[in-house]
């Protein structure tokens, strides 16, 4: 899978506002690509200047188009593109750490539920108040500036986004989303899993995602799932495909690619062994 934020970082085709693990990008679509997986080790804002685009994450599906926008957490999705309009967006990358500061330096006047763990998806669909729209068409100006802004005011432009979204009532499901960050490692670790199980991701990036060594993931996996992560992987993709076989129509390429197995025909002989039956045989019991 791309790390879509690494791959725009060290891509001079992208006009891109830099300071430390923070970035403010200009993105215009490059691959002709109908449909991709990504990921990215930081979390995300995205607001669509053009284009329509579908994020996927493994039970929803959200198209944005012109005048939309998503906040996307750390982690993997699989994407749509369509090619009725040059796609293009203002994507805005904040690292953990810079959140984390921020929260406890604006701690007097963040809403007190903000902290209050919620049960999000992996995309959040971001309604555009007019303080939000005030705020893309700023950003956009700094792409158009003739030199590069003082960095002092770059991360003031970071701050205001993040102020924007703990302070609007409006925002809420991200605002609870990014209290959850200050959890312990074990929680943190879990929400990872639980909203990427279904990706290609090997086992270093989802340490990655859960700012760990491969080393020290491996050991907190073990002591919460009471198995190796590889094992669990393979159980939670199955059972996966299960449902998807009771549930949609969509035949077992597709399946198959959604639940994270590297080729149709594994995934079949891993089904069988698992159920005891092929998928097409358990869709027909299922019936």
């Known amino acids: 899978m791309l790390n879509i934020h690494s791959f725009i970082k060290d891509n001079s085709f992208y006009k891109q506002l830099k300071i430390d693990d923070l970035l403010f990008v200009e993105y215009k679509c490059l691959v002709e690509e109908v449909k991709a997986g990504i990921w990215s080790d930081l979390n995300y804002f995205v607001f669509v200047t053009s284009g329509k685009k579908m994020w996927k994450s493994i039970y929803n599906?959200?198209?944005?188009?012109?005048?939309?926008?998503?906040?996307?957490?750390?982690?993997?999705?699989?994407?749509?593109?369509?090619?009725?309009?040059?796609?293009?967006?203002?994507?805005?990358?904040?690292?953990d750490d810079f959140i984390k500061k921020f929260m406890h330096r604006f701690s007097s006047i963040i809403r007190s539920d903000a902290e209050i763990a919620s049960d999000t998806d992996a995309v959040i669909r971001v309604e555009?108040?007019?303080?939000?729209?005030?705020?893309?068409?700023?950003?956009?100006?700094?792409?158009?500036?003739?030199?590069?802004?003082?960095?002092?005011?770059?991360?003031?432009?970071?701050?205001?986004?993040?102020?924007?979204?703990?302070?609007?009532?409006?925002?809420?499901?991200?605002?609870?989303?990014?209290?959850?960050?200050?959890?312990?490692?074990?929680?943190?670790?879990?929400?990872?899993?639980e909203e990427n199980f279904a990706y290609r991701l090997k086992l270093e990036q989802f340490a990655e995602l859960c700012n760990m060594s491969l080393s020290s993931f491996k050991r907190l996996f073990n002591s919460i799932y009471k198995t190796p992560p590889g094992k669990w992987l393979t159980e939670k993709r199955l059972h996966f495909a299960a449902y998807l076989l009771q549930t949609t129509d969509k035949n077992i390429n597709e399946i198959a690619f959604n639940s994270g197995f590297e080729d149709t025909s594994s995934f079949i002989r891993a089904f069988k062994q698992k159920f005891d039956h092929t998928p097409l045989q358990y869709r027909s019991l299922a019936d």
């Open 128 to 193: 555009l108040d007019n303080f939000l729209e005030g705020y893309v068409h700023s950003l956009a100006a700094f792409f158009g500036a003739a030199a590069f802004p003082d960095k002092h005011l770059l991360q003031h432009k970071f701050e205001e986004l993040l102020l924007n979204i703990f302070t609007r009532p409006l925002h809420k499901e991200v605002a609870q989303y990014l209290g959850t960050l200050n959890r312990d490692q074990s929680a943190q670790l879990q929400q990872v899993m």
């Open 61 to 95: 599906e959200y198209v944005v188009q012109t005048g939309d926008s998503l906040f996307v957490k750390r982690g993997a999705n699989l994407v749509h593109q369509y090619f009725d309009e040059d796609y293009c967006a203002l994507m805005v990358f904040i690292s």
